[in-house]
């Protein structure tokens, strides 16, 4: 379903991924893992063609979008949604018009369906009667749960989450965990999920990959994750680093 | 210490010359979005937005231009016995310069300002990113509507200037100066032209045209965080002010030759 061929991306130089090679099979759910900066959330963004990779190819079904025209892009886009990591819903819409825009935008249903559809997708994300609030009216937690919505309002093949459960709360995060397992299950989308939660990761993934600094560095399904024997795997899913060593002080306690 | 000074120098001029080109590119996105329909609500909600709330400023800065004109003119005029004139030389002064220029500066401090500071927002927080992964591109949902409102609302802004700058010089030569009121207005049905108007409203479909374009190109370029909006926002206004006096000197030699 997406296909990252020898991917490079540099920055003013700086090398941000190096040669990733990544395959999304159909309705599967791949975490990618690491650490901040490590470039996940720049590998979800070539993936959706929000940028272009320095060489390499992403493939999206059967079609290179790497060096697409907008226009062609476009197309591609309405195959797929994308949950913002600050949820990005348009501050000037409500709850409901938020949900609406891509149907409002590409499609020619009437105002009641239009309706009927907010209302149900609303509905999966728990958040049924919100309509009419202001997105500065919610929590951080709802506003990930109305992005989600707004990217599934569409019915898209494929849902990309940029760290859905960052600045949550451990039970929202969960329950932002129970929605993209039902999502995938619901509508059978292909997900990818960038996280740094490892919970989170071995909760929802068939698959997990690890990005580290800027290199896939494992990609493995989650006992293979969990019983990797690369250092840098264990290290983050552990959540520990190198020991410090540590002077030796002698205390005369006599 | 000479090269050091050179390339700070051409550096300076790359980065002048790289904003004129970027602004050239967006201004033909605008023209290539044109091929769409453009959303008329959303134009309307922008005329309102930036144009009708922009009319009480604009309002209160033409009036007070209005008067002074007149009380700095008044005394010399009638020491001339050139009264007959003042009405004339005001409504002039005002419909092919003043207010085509003040309500320009205006709306480039508080709809330019505007612009940019909303666009630059949703920039920041990745809104203008969900508008492209949703398939919709900001040029043709955010930037066509401004520049469009704004052309169709400064030439309306500046006809009120008008009048209203008008009246502030009539309130004087009247209750100041004690020119009577039917000399003054004969004395602008007398010297004013149509094209003394229409001249003022070709610029200032000009001045909206570019007031949003700049707002619209500083909103899609600002630097990230909160910072990087108040810089944008301010680089704007200055722009846009900058660019409004400029082309205004060109434009008065091709109108008025």
Known sequence: MIHLKNVNKEFNGRIILHNINLNVEKGETLAIIGASGSGKSTLLRLMIGLLQPTSGEVWIKDTEISQLPEIDLDKIRLNMGMVFQY?????????????A??????????????????????????????????????????????????????????????????????????????LIVNTQQVLGVTSVVVTHDMNSAFHIADRIAMVYDGELIAIDDVDGIKNSQDLRVREFIHGTIKPIKRRQTHVDRS | MLMHYLEKVGS??????????AVIILIGQIFYQLKHVPRGKHVLRQMASLGVDTLPIVALTMLFTGMVITLQTANEFIRYGAQSTIGGIVAIGVARELGPVLTGVVAAGRVGAAITAEISTMKVTEQIDALKVMATNPIGYLVVPRVIACMLMLPLLVICGDVIGTFGGWIISTYYANISSAMYIQSITTFTVVHDITGGLIKSVFFGAAIAVIGCYYGLNAPNGAEGVGKATTQSVVGAIIVIFISNCFMSLILYR
């Open chain 1, 101 to 178: 825009f891509g149907l409002k935008e590409h499609t020619k249903f009437t105002s009641e369906k239009i309706q009927q559809v907010v209302q149900e997708k609303l509905k999966l994300v728990e958040l049924e009667g919100f309509e009419a609030m202001m997105p500065n009216e919610l929590s951080g937690g709802m506003k990930k749960r109305i992005s989600l919505a707004r990217a599934i309002a569409f019915e898209p093949e494929i849902v990309l989450y940029d760290e859905p459960s960052s600045g949550l709360d451990p039970i929202m995060a969960a329950k932002i965990d129970e």
């Open chain 2, 12 to 21: 300076r001029v790359i980065n002048v010359m790289e904003g004129f080109g």
């Open chain 1, 87 to 99: 949820s990005a819903l348009f501050d000037s819409m409500t709850v409901g018009d938020n949900v």
